[in-house]
């Protein structure tokens, strides 16, 4: 490492080389070692941790980088997150994971007009509907879904809550509510609303 003040006009000539090599050093490894009284705002890397630094007179300050040089701007990891633009579900493990301020929401699932949805609750899933603006949650445990158990296997299989005529086990329409497709009853009658369409062919239906 180098003594920045070296050399000077009055340096002895046996020295002044060494001195001048040591500088040269310093400025080829960006002061891997400690130098003596370097420059002001002399820049240095730091191998562990790999970081720049800049000498402000009295010691050397860690430069922080920000994102137009290639860094973060930031010089922490708790920081560096927001930084990126990321949210806690970036940094959680795989195996243990926590949703707050919102579900999970599967599109095949939710019903988008009234902002139904179903998610994990940890036990099992929730379904979650809303009624008169109030989000009524209720709730499935694990097990409760498995009547069948020893029947056949099932690609989709809907339950009705009860039998009763009230109660839906399946309600479609379009998006802005105005039309109604079809509805199963609780009591499994069916009903079609916009007419019954039944394929026979390529491009063809009937009725047309």
Not at 21 to 33: C, F, H, P, Y
Not at 128 to 152: E, K, R
Not at 170 to 192: C, E, H, T
């Amino acid at each position: 490492m180098a003594n920045w003040n070296l050399p000077t006009l009055t340096s002895n000539y046996v020295n002044f080389v060494d001195e001048v090599k040591n500088r040269d050093v310093d400025s080829m490894t960006l002061m891997a070692n400690m130098p003596s009284s370097p420059p002001y705002q002399g820049i240095r890397l730091l191998r562990s941790p790999a970081k720049f630094q800049e000498w402000n007179g009295g010691a050397f300050g860690d430069i922080v980088l920000s994102p137009a040089g290639g860094g973060t701007g930031v010089t922490s990891i708790s920081a560096l997150i927001p930084q990126l633009g990321l949210g806690s579900m970036a940094y959680q493990n795989s195996n243990n994971i926590s949703v707050t301020g919102g579900i999970v929401q599967a599109n095949v699932i939710r019903n988008c007009s009234y902002d139904g949805s179903a998610y994990y609750a940890g036990s099992g899933f929730t379904f979650q509907s809303v009624s008169s603006s109030i989000p009524v949650t209720i709730n499935g445990g694990a097990g409760q879904w498995t009547t069948l158990i020893n029947g056949p296997n099932h690609g989709l299989m809907i339950s009705a809550c009860s039998g009763l005529t009230s109660e839906n086990a399946l309600y479609v329409r379009n998006a802005a509510g105005s039309k109604l497709g079809l509805i199963v009853r609780g009591d499994m009658g069916v009903f079609v609303y916009t007419g019954l369409v039944i394929p026979v062919g390529a491009g063809a239906f009937v009725p047309a």
